[in-house]
């Protein structure tokens, strides 16, 4: 066999191998943007959810202003949830589970006010958290897919080999810091004795 022929063969393998390193590498860039993009549409929809809490808990306030405590752990959370955005994943879901259980709480004492519950302005209101909750559940699991893509490609073989050296790191799901929501809740049918 010729000796240029060999020479050749040996550069067409390493063109293709690099080839296949660039590829890999682009397909990694843009996981790692999917992901970006997934986080970031989790905080647009927590911002939009703060946006709305000042305005519901004026409308609660008008009717159960004696109510004080809820209304200020409300705010307070607010601008703890606000703030938690820019401290990464952990930060975001803790400060946006913390909220969702205080609007919980606000809702628990909406419910005690009939006339509150009949106010357009509150109904209005509600109707906007649930549709800005409904949205907050998708991008929460848009997020949590394009996690998952990243994190397979680069635990797959043979990306393993040049993801971490290239800078790629597996990113955290968006999990609910609720531990109680992880277990099936205990039924039971039985007469109270």
Same mark, same amino acid.
């Given at each position: 066999?010729?000796?240029?022929?060999?020479?050749?063969?040996?550069?067409?393998?390493?063109?293709? /191998?690099? /080839?296949?390193?660039?590829?890999?590498?682009?397909?990694?860039?843009?996981?790692?943007?999917?992901?970006?993009?997934?986080?970031?549409?989790?905080?647009?929809?927590?911002? $939009? $959810?703060?946006? @709305?809490?000042?305005?519901?808990?004026?409308?609660?306030?008008?009717?159960?202003? !004696?109510?004080?405590?809820?209304?200020?752990?409300?705010?307070? !959370?607010?601008?703890?949830?606000?703030?938690?955005?820019?401290?990464?994943?952990?930060?975001?879901?803790?400060?946006?589970?913390?909220?969702?259980?205080? @609007?919980? $709480?606000?809702?628990? =004492?909406?419910?005690?006010?009939?006339?509150?519950?009949?106010?357009?302005?509150? /109904?209005?209101?509600?109707?906007?958290?649930?549709?800005?909750?409904?949205? @907050?559940? +998708?991008? $929460?699991?848009?997020?949590?897919?394009?996690?998952?893509?990243?994190?397979?490609?680069?635990? +797959? %073989?043979?990306? =393993?080999?040049?993801?971490? &050296?290239?800078? %790629?790191?597996?990113? &955290?799901?968006?999990?609910?810091?609720?531990?109680?929501?992880? +277990?099936?809740?205990?039924? +039971?049918?039985?007469?109270?004795?």
């Amino acid at each position: 066999m010729n000796m240029g022929l060999v020479g050749w063969i040996v550069i067409g393998i390493v063109v293709l /191998l690099l /080839l296949y390193a660039v590829g890999l590498y682009n397909r990694l860039v843009r996981l790692r943007a999917l992901t970006k993009e997934g986080f970031s549409g989790i905080t647009v929809q927590l911002r $939009r $959810r703060a946006d @709305l809490i000042p305005n519901l808990v004026e409308t609660v306030q008008g009717y159960a202003g !004696h109510e004080r405590d809820t209304l200020e752990a409300v705010t307070r !959370h607010r601008t703890d949830a606000v703030q938690a955005a820019g401290g990464g994943v952990a930060a975001t879901a803790q400060a946006d589970a913390q909220m969702t259980g205080m @609007l919980g $709480r606000l809702m628990a =004492v909406a419910e005690a006010y009939p006339d509150l519950k009949a106010n357009q302005n509150f /109904l209005d209101l509600q109707g906007q958290l649930g549709s800005i909750e409904g949205e @907050l559940q +998708s991008a $929460r699991r848009y997020y949590n897919a394009t996690a998952r893509d990243l994190n397979t490609g680069i635990q +797959s %073989f043979p990306a =393993v080999l040049i993801a971490r &050296p290239m800078g %790629f790191s597996e990113e &955290p799901y968006y999990e609910d810091a609720d531990s109680s929501i992880q +277990s099936a809740p205990k039924v +039971s049918f039985k007469p109270a004795a």
